[in-house]
């Protein structure tokens, strides 16, 4: 296996990773106050995450404007996952952080 074939598999890895973590803290932080942003931003990433993995894993042509939207939405639910004194919150944000990374070596 060369280089870029191990970070498109590990990317699109770290993106079902991302997706299950964002979806297991939307659930787990759905309902309750002050975490609305919370929950949409980590529902939103989730989606993308797993549209992502699909894409890469289809070849879909889409997948590169996938991918940015991606990074971008990766980033913004670790931004607010990390303002909450949690560890589930803290969890996702640390595996959005490691998503948008893996995605932006993956297209760069």
Do not use: F
């Amino acid at each position: 296996m060369n280089e870029s074939t191990e970070l498109l598999d590990s990317c699109i890895e770290t993106c079902i990773q991302c997706a299950d973590e964002c979806t297991d803290c939307a659930d787990e932080h759905n309902g309750n106050p002050g975490m609305e942003t919370c929950v949409n931003l980590c529902n939103e990433c989730a989606d993308i995450c797993y549209r992502c993995a699909d894409e890469w894993e289809e070849d879909a042509t889409s997948k590169i404007e996938t991918m940015k939207a991606c990074i971008d939405a990766c980033n913004s639910c670790a931004d607010e996952c990390e303002k909450h004194d949690d560890s589930l919150c803290k969890n996702c944000a640390e595996i959005c952080r490691e998503c948008a990374e893996k995605c932006e070596k993956l297209i760069n």
